[in-house]
């Protein structure tokens, strides 16, 4: 029997990091196939949204906090202050910088979920070079993005990076970021990423 409900669908990204956090912890869940706009459990209508018991929450990050906190399993955030919080500056920056230029800016627009025009799918994709670079400079001098384990950020940042091999020019800005690609395929090799991959070629094959 599932522990927790997950309402989303898996091409979700956000829904997708849940999911992971979830298998990373060894928490038994039940995917609530779930559109945007149609969540009786978050008033603003978005996914994902999470069901424990009698307890609802929505915000993925605070859906994985609570995960984390709540249930066993290895730790999501590094437990001393300095590696917690660089592991919250990384989500943030997923969260903020890499939805707002990579996601937003040119998956989203090139799958025809939201309209874009070529001039401003261009802006993405160089300010997804520049968070980009910054993320694959990072990665030169550490394992992974908080440090020398995988932490929540990296669960984050994986739903998004893993799209970029659909799009020809993010295939090529992730083909040109050595380090991003070395730690694409420590995740992609992770059991939590084979089994939450949303059936997109991806970089989890």
Request: with cysteine; proline share 10%.
């Amino acid at each position: 029997m599932a522990t927790i409900e997950i309402h989303g669908v898996p091409p979700s990204p956000f829904t997708r990091a849940v999911r992971l956090a979830a298998r990373e912890k060894g928490v038994e869940y039940e995917l609530v196939p779930t559109m945007p706009g149609n969540v009786p459990i978050n008033p603003l209508g978005k996914i994902p949204a999470m069901r424990h018991a009698d307890f609802t929450l929505y915000e993925s990050p605070a859906i994985v906090r609570y995960i984390d906190r709540t249930f066993e399993g290895p730790p999501l955030w590094p437990k001393q202050p300095k590696g917690a919080a660089l592991c919250d500056q990384w989500v943030s920056v997923v969260c903020d910088s890499v939805v707002q230029s990579a996601l937003a800016g040119v998956i989203a627009p090139r799958f025809g979920i939201i309209p874009g025009t070529e001039e401003s799918i261009a802006d993405g994709l160089k300010r997804t070079a520049r968070v980009v670079g910054i993320i694959d400079r990072h990665l030169a001098g550490h394992h992974f993005l908080a440090g020398e384990a995988m932490t929540a950020a990296d669960l984050f940042l994986v739903p998004i990076f893993f799209y970029f091999p659909e799009i020809e020019e993010l295939k090529a800005l992730g083909g040109a970021s050595p380090n991003c690609l070395r730690w694409a395929r420590e995740m992609g090799a992770r059991p939590s990423v084979k089994a939450t991959d949303p059936q997109f070629r991806g970089l989890n094959g």
